[in-house]
């Protein structure tokens, strides 16, 4: 366990992190914004239930962060779990009582920042509107998310049943600067990473990679719902997308079309290629 001497050069980190925090979301005025927005949208919900999960967070560290300020000072007694909640800190590691409740990250700084980009855009979408293009990394549950979208598009379309809708894709050219609009349909998605493979931006497909490049951005992607059986098309390789390097069932969010020049998809099977949310 760090001795006092460990704790001085924390402080200014501990302080940062806390003036750095973001403030609260009052209740009435999430409440006041979804109403505005449609109080029964799936996307509005969606949106409720991430709020909700991040300002969990932001009470966590802010209570952690508060009551190690003042552990330091001796203003109250180093409990066992501000001790190891100090000890984390000081070796750059996220606290357990943090991430057990938000996300995973490599060390405190990528995480921190990580919580900083998540509540941007949270904040955006329920004080300023639903925005163009959405960062699917940043959200708790990007699953709920695709999801959520497809009831918005099932409910526009008579006659269409949820479970008969399946997940579609196009690629674009655009940066998500370049999105001045919503799509049509659908949701317009930046932030990923293709692993595996290169990108050819003009004719939108998969490519060998540059050397030594171990993962390329992708574009801005439109994904969408159709009411249709899903028909397999050798041009496409159904590409899985994943929320971290490590690709298990529980980082699994769903699978894309991306178009490739190959005989047939196994070369990229083959290769494991994948889209990642994140690749720190």
Not at 45 to 54: A, T, V
Not at 131 to 143: D, E, I, L
Request: charged share 25%.
């Amino acid at each position: 366990s760090s001795g006092i001497n460990a704790e001085w050069p924390l402080r200014p980190g501990a302080e940062d992190m806390l003036s750095k925090l973001p403030e609260d979301y009052i209740p009435h005025q999430v409440k006041e914004r979804i109403n505005e927005m449609g109080a029964l949208s799936s996307m509005n919900i969606f949106l409720k239930q991430e709020i909700d999960r991040m300002q969990r967070v932001i009470t966590c560290v802010r209570g952690t962060l508060t009551d190690l300020k003042l552990a330091i000072e001796g203003t109250i007694i180093m409990s066992e779990k501000l001790r190891e909640a100090l000890d984390y800190i000081y070796d750059a590691k996220v606290p357990p009582t943090w991430s057990k409740i938000s996300w995973d990250s490599s060390t405190i700084g990528f995480w921190f920042t990580d919580l900083l980009e998540r509540n941007t855009q949270f904040r955006a979408w329920c004080f300023h509107g639903r925005p163009h293009v959405f960062w699917m990394t940043g959200f708790f549950n990007p699953q709920g998310f695709l999801t959520a979208m497809r009831q918005e598009v099932t409910r526009a379309h008579k006659g269409w049943a949820l479970d008969q809708v399946v997940l579609n894709n196009e690629m674009t050219r655009y940066g998500k600067d370049d999105i001045t609009a919503p799509p049509p349909e659908g949701v317009y998605v930046h932030g990923l990473f293709l692993d595996g493979a290169g990108w050819d931006r003009r004719n939108s497909r998969l490519i060998e990679p540059p050397a030594k490049v171990l993962s390329t951005p992708l574009p801005v992607i439109r994904i969408f719902a159709e009411n249709q059986v899903a028909v397999y098309d050798p041009k496409m390789y159904r590409c899985p997308i994943y929320k971290k390097p490590r690709r298990t069932d529980l980082t699994f969010i769903a699978t894309v079309n991306l178009k490739h020049n190959s005989q047939n998809e196994n070369k990229w099977i083959m290769r494991g290629v994948a889209l990642l949310c994140d690749i720190k």
